[in-house]
């Protein structure tokens, strides 16, 4: 359901000048009082040389995870819960190029025992957030009849946000870490790419960004759609992880599947201008935190593609997890 | 659980230069990059002078509700109970003197006719955003085996915020609109007073304000014990609303105490100095956007008080909805 619901919304949804980018990417994007997008007040008059540079925006995203659905809190400590609730927060603020300050969290709590699941929970939320450097600002508690639910709100802020529109034909494409096989466990304590998202900025200008929650693949095709381009991909170069290989023994899939359209990665794929992608691959993982790999180019025709022989590509299809597929 | 779990959770996080009010009132309020108490960026760096007036900041608050606890989906349209997640997080804002400007709005939905139950929520979401200018800039969506649950963080901007803890001695206490029986209908279509907000400021300097969410008696003593003084009230000068008297008739209760103790009228209690006191008190609803009365003022000792005779005060207690109060 959630695709053409969001679509739906983004038609009724009016734009106000506050709201920069609203529904449909990682994050949406506010207009801090006072910036030439904003109306001016008083108090924060636009100044007439700040059309020249961009500003200092801010972000916030909000994304939940439940009991039953998203996590089995029968099987995983309710810290790494949420922990992360937190951490898939803070891919989606890295995605955009940005940077996290505060967080607002809402726990839905079953009745039954709600102090202690709130306690355990609020230990891995914390955990995060101290690491991260994010506050917890604010947030709300429930308890009902219901399993356990987290709902964060991410906010921080950001100058020239990564959006998934920016990819143009000629961009190289890179991702982040190694891919495939999150379930296993990596999945729990994602590391959201906050630190790459940091360095890429002292060393490159990227134009395009999302992270991969619902598949490699699929996330990449969303992206690329978003910018009306298509993707040439050196299927051989994409990086697969030690924990899709494992995997792959009792999966009946390859290695190379799971990384393909495995969830919950939380890995960046970003696109930058092919003279920034020789200047990425001279630096190293030490460089970046963590290494990057380019696995393809951003071509003008949509869809994503592998060359056969020569000059003939052929279509290859994004799989992953699309949310409320399953829905009526 | 709610109160005491949120005390042991304002020991817990940390203080960040990006947070000026945490945990603890209707709304947090976050610098924005560039203000003095905000780490300065190459970007945006504070102004010299920026010290002396009271600076631009962000406010971001978030409240949810679920069936079968906040509202009934069997009895009441969904269309009023997407309003109301709005309306609700539009009087916290308000309570902080703020403007609003965007929402971030995360539905959890049963498996069951997701689509139909997110579209005619999103009616009343829609129509209340537009009613008070604000944008719907994010959310999420997921579906589950549960009871719907509507949770909204809201967005704002505001200069010098009305905190809980700015009541001081000597300052009158005043209350918006009239008090009690909201649950015979006005709660699902509550008047957030962001418009009563607006004008005040234009009038008069507020130094502590609060919403009515649990109750008249019990919100007023949480705003007061946050600034560590009391009340003496003018009992007989509450305002009782119409529904508080129609209610009376079956409850076995007296319209005062409906006024007294009815959550969710979502009403402004503000103290101001008596000088703005009598400015306030010569200015029309029409002024205001809606009557505002004096209910008392403020004084040194702790707990709400009512006088007897001569200087014979008599202590009154509070009285509402605690939440969680029958949890464990």
New interface residues.
Partial sequence: ??QS??A??RG?????P??AV??GDD??V?N???TPEFPS?P??PATPDSAD????Q?V?????I?D???FRSDSQPLASIGYKSIAINLSDIAAMGATP??A?V?L?LP?L???EI??EV?EGI?EA??EF???????????????L?I?V?L?G?V?APWLRTGAKEGDAIFVSGSLGGSLSGRHLRPIPRIELANRLRQHVNVNAAIDVSDGFSLDLDRMLASSRVGAELNIEQIPISDAAHAMSKDSNRSPLEHAWSDGEDFELIFTVDESDAAALEELSADDLSVNVTRVGSVVGRTGLWKRITGSKLERVFPQGYV??ET??
Same sequence: chains 1, 2.
């Avoid at 009724?12 to 106000?16: D, K, M, S, V």
């Avoid at 450097?133 to 399993?147: C, I, K, Q, R």
């Fill in positions: 359901m959630e619901f969001l739906y919304l009724r949804t009016r734009n106000l506050s709201v609203g529904i994050a949406a506010l801090f009082p006072g007040t108090e924060s540079t961009p500003c200092l801010q916030a995203c909000t994304d939940q439940i039953g659905v998203d300050t505060a607002l809402t839905t009745s025992n709600a102090t709130a306690g609020y914390l957030c101290a450097n994010v506050a917890v600002a604010g947030g709300d508690l429930s308890t009902y009849d219901g399993p639910a709902s709100t906010l802020t100058t949310h409320g829905d009526e």
